[in-house]
C-alpha cells in the first residue's frame, strides 16, 4: 500500500516538473491533457484558454492534436465555461445540461477553474469518463489545477483587460464604480484651447489719403518711427506736373491783372476788367495751393511715435490703393492685447472678466495671465478658412508685454460644470448632431 502511494506520488511530482520544463504553450498544452491521466484516470480530458476578449477557447483535447473548432462537443463545452469565473471550485455540469450532448460525453464529467493569484482566471481543465469521480481524486484534481494555473501564467502575456477584470472582481469593482461616479460629479471649469496671436490694443490706421499708387513704403516692419517721419511715397509724378502747371497758371493771372492796372489810367474797358482778372488770380492761387496740398499728401507721415506694423513692404511697391485703403499701423510696444481664434466646434460660454492662460511657441514654459475683455456675437473665417470667435483679452500688468506679432495657445476658462459634462461634452454634441435628437 506505501509503495503504491509513493509510485503515485513520484509521477505527481515527475509530471509536475515536466509541466514546469515544458518550453512552450503548446507543449504545456499536450502535457496537461494527456499526462493527466497518469495521477488521475479519465476517458477525455480538454484544456481552454481565456482570450484577450474574456471569452474561453479549447485549445487542446487528449488523444487528439487539432481541435476542431466547428464541432458541437466544442461549441457546448465553451458555452458551459461562460460563467466560470464566478465559481470558486470546480463545476460539475448536471445530466439535464449535458442532454444535448450525451452521446459525445461519458456520464460524468469536471470542469475546474485554472486561477493565478497574481492574473486571476486563465482557463479550465475539464476531465470526463464513465464513473464518477472519488473525493480524493478531486482533490488531486484541485491541485493539479493550481499547479496548471501557475504554468499557464508563465507561459502568457495575459492582456490587460483580462488582468483588468480580474483586479476588479466582486467588491472592489463597486468601490471603483462609486470613486468612479463621485470623480464625475466633481466640479471643474470649462475650458478651451485656441490659437492665440499678440496684437496691438489700439492702433493707428495708416491709410491712403486719396487715390493713387504706392511707389514704396519707407519703414521695415516692427521699425521704432517718430512723429513726422515719412513712412509711405504714393506716386506723385502727375501731382508734380500739375503743381507746376497750376504754378504757371498763377503767374500768368499776376501778369494779366498788373498789365490790366496799368491800362487802367487809360482805358476805361481796361479798368472794367480789374475785378475779373483779381478774380481769375484768386482761383489760379487757389488751385496752386490745392496742387501743393496734394503733393505734400504723397508723402505720408507718422503721426505720432510707433511701432510700424507691415507684412512685407515689398508687396505695397506700385500697388494701387483707394482713399481710405489701409496700408499699415502705428502700435505703441507697450500697449498690446490677445487675439484668440477660438473655434466655432471648441467655443464655450464666455463673459468679459473670464480667466485666460497664454503660452507662446516661442517660450512654452512662461505663462502669461490675461483676463477677456470681448466676445464677439459672429463668428469669421480664419487665414486656414475654419470658422472662429475672435476673443479679445488683456494681460495682466504683472508680466512683461510680449512683442507684437507672437503666436502660441490660450486657454479659456469658462463657467463650472461636472467633470462628467467636461469629459463628454464633444461625443455627446457628436451623437445629437447625428441621430438629431
Known amino acids: 500500500m506505501m509503495d503504491t502511494k509513493a509510485a503515485?506520488?513520484?509521477?505527481?511530482?515527475?509530471?509536475?516538473?515536466?509541466?514546469?520544463?515544458?518550453?512552450?504553450?503548446?507543449?504545456?498544452?499536450?502535457?496537461?491533457?494527456?499526462?493527466?491521466?497518469?495521477?488521475?484516470?479519465?476517458?477525455?480530458?480538454?484544456?481552454?484558454?481565456?482570450?484577450?476578449?474574456?471569452?474561453?477557447?479549447?485549445?487542446?483535447?487528449?488523444?487528439?492534436?487539432?481541435?476542431?473548432?466547428?464541432?458541437?462537443?466544442?461549441?457546448?463545452?465553451?458555452?458551459?465555461?461562460?460563467?466560470?469565473?464566478?465559481?470558486?471550485?470546480?463545476?460539475?455540469?448536471?445530466?439535464?445540461?449535458?442532454?444535448?450532448?450525451?452521446?459525445?460525453?461519458?456520464?460524468?464529467?469536471?470542469?475546474?477553474?485554472?486561477?493565478?493569484?497574481?492574473?486571476?482566471?486563465?482557463?479550465?481543465?475539464?476531465?470526463?469518463?464513465?464513473?464518477?469521480?472519488?473525493?480524493?481524486?478531486?482533490?488531486?484534481?484541485?491541485?493539479?489545477?493550481?499547479?496548471?494555473?501557475?504554468?499557464?501564467?508563465?507561459?502568457?502575456?495575459?492582456?490587460?483587460?483580462?488582468?483588468?477584470?480580474?483586479?476588479?472582481?466582486?467588491?472592489?469593482?463597486?468601490?471603483?464604480?462609486?470613486?468612479?461616479?463621485?470623480?464625475?460629479?466633481?466640479?471643474?471649469?470649462?475650458?478651451?484651447?485656441?490659437?492665440?496671436?499678440?496684437?496691438?490694443?489700439?492702433?493707428?490706421?495708416?491709410?491712403?489719403?486719396?487715390?493713387?499708387?504706392?511707389?514704396?513704403?519707407?519703414v521695415k516692419p516692427n521699425q521704432q518711427v517718430t512723429s513726422g517721419l515719412p513712412i509711405i511715397q504714393l506716386v506723385d509724378i502727375d501731382l508734380k506736373n500739375q503743381l507746376e502747371i497750376a504754378r504757371r497758371s498763377h503767374r500768368i493771372a499776376e501778369a494779366e491783372l498788373l498789365r490790366a492796372r496799368q491800362l487802367a489810367f487809360s482805358s476805361i474797358e481796361d479798368k472794367a476788367l480789374l475785378g475779373e482778372l483779381a478774380a481769375q488770380v484768386a482761383l489760379k492761387r487757389a488751385e496752386m495751393n490745392f496742387a501743393e496740398t496734394q503733393l505734400a499728401r504723397a508723402t505720408i507721415r507718422a503721426p505720432h511715435d510707433g511701432i510700424a506694423i507691415i507684412d512685407d513692404p515689398r508687396k505695397w511697391q506700385g500697388r494701387p490703393v483707394a482713399t481710405g485703403e489701409q496700408i499699415l499701423k502705428l502700435a505703441k510696444a507697450d500697449n498690446v492685447e490677445v487675439q484668440v481664434a477660438l473655434p466655432v466646434a471648441d467655443a464655450i460660454t464666455l463673459a468679459q472678466g473670464s480667466r485666460a492662460n497664454v503660452f507662446l511657441d516661442i517660450d512654452p514654459f512662461t505663462r502669461y495671465r490675461a483676463s477677456i475683455v470681448s466676445v464677439p456675437y459672429q463668428s469669421s473665417l480664419t487665414e486656414s478658412g475654419i470658422l472662429a470667435y475672435y476673443v479679445k483679452a488683456q494681460l495682466s500688468d504683472e508680466q512683461e508685454p510680449p512683442r507684437i506679432g507672437l503666436r502660441g495657445s490660450a486657454r479659456l476658462y469658462g463657467p463650472r460644470t461636472t467633470l462628467f459634462y467636461y469629459l463628454f461634452r464633444r461625443p455627446i454634441t457628436a451623437l445629437r448632431q447625428m441621430i438629431g435628437v
Open 8 to 218: 503515485d506520488l513520484g509521477k505527481l511530482l515527475t509530471l509536475e516538473q515536466d509541466i514546469r520544463l515544458s518550453a512552450s504553450l503548446s507543449e504545456l498544452t499536450h502535457l496537461i491533457c494527456n499526462r493527466s491521466r497518469e495521477i488521475v484516470d479519465y476517458t477525455q480530458a480538454a484544456l481552454a484558454i481565456q482570450a484577450p476578449t474574456g471569452q474561453m477557447r479549447i485549445t487542446g483535447f487528449s488523444d487528439i492534436a487539432v481541435v476542431d473548432r466547428t464541432a458541437p462537443l466544442v461549441t457546448w463545452l465553451e458555452q458551459q465555461l461562460l460563467g466560470l469565473e464566478v465559481e470558486p471550485e470546480f463545476v460539475e455540469p448536471t445530466a439535464k445540461l449535458r442532454e444535448t450532448v450525451a452521446d459525445l460525453v461519458p456520464e460524468h464529467m469536471l470542469i475546474l477553474p485554472l486561477h493565478a493569484p497574481a492574473k486571476g482566471l486563465l482557463g479550465a481543465f475539464i476531465v470526463t469518463r464513465m464513473k464518477a469521480f472519488s473525493e480524493s481524486e478531486k482533490s488531486l484534481l484541485t491541485h493539479m489545477a493550481s499547479v496548471y494555473a501557475h504554468a499557464l501564467a508563465a507561459h502568457r502575456d495575459i492582456p490587460l483587460l483580462v488582468r483588468v477584470k480580474a483586479a476588479v472582481s466582486g467588491r472592489r469593482k463597486w468601490a471603483i464604480a462609486a470613486a468612479v461616479g463621485l470623480a464625475l460629479i466633481f466640479p471643474v471649469h470649462l475650458t478651451a484651447v485656441a490659437p492665440a496671436e499678440i496684437t496691438a490694443a489700439e492702433p493707428f490706421i495708416i491709410a491712403a489719403p486719396m487715390h493713387g499708387a504706392v511707389e514704396r513704403v519707407l
